[in-house]
């Protein structure tokens, strides 16, 4: 069975950091595009960021310089270190994965993990 099973988020003042870590299982996720989702309340999910196999990122403008997406090839894990966080950062995010980086960015990829809440205050 394929997981995505995200950690890391949590309550943080504005100004503040946090790290969400995505761990995969049940396949190996070294050849996947993987990113990260969000979803704040009455709002749609919106994309975030997102790393090719290759290691190539992209950003959503609203967290560009302050957010930064990697991974380990290794060991099935993409992170989001997010820094300078503001309130409208809070949301559910969500870790996903697909073979092309494509679907992904439009958010249909072909697993989703469960989602862990950030929420920042002011």
């Known amino acids: 069975q394929v997981q995505l099973v995200e950690s890391g988020g949590g309550l943080v003042q504005a100004g503040g950091s946090l790290r969400l870590t995505c761990a995969g299982s049940?396949?190996?996720?070294?050849?996947?595009?993987m990113g990260w989702f969000r979803q704040a309340p009455g709002k749609e999910r919106e994309f975030v960021a997102a790393i090719s196999w290759t290691g190539g990122t992209v950003y959503a403008d609203s967290v560009k310089g302050r957010f930064t997406i990697s991974r380990g090839n290794t060991n099935n894990r993409v992170y989001l270190q997010m820094n300078s966080l503001k309130p409208e950062d809070t949301a559910i995010y969500y870790c996903?994965?697909?073979?092309?980086?494509?679907?992904?960015?439009?958010?249909?990829?072909?697993?989703w993990g469960q989602g862990t809440q950030v929420t920042v205050s002011s």
């Open positions: 996903a994965a697909n073979p092309g980086d494509v679907r992904l960015r439009a958010g249909v990829p072909d697993y």
């Open positions: 049940g396949r190996a996720f070294s050849s996947y595009a």
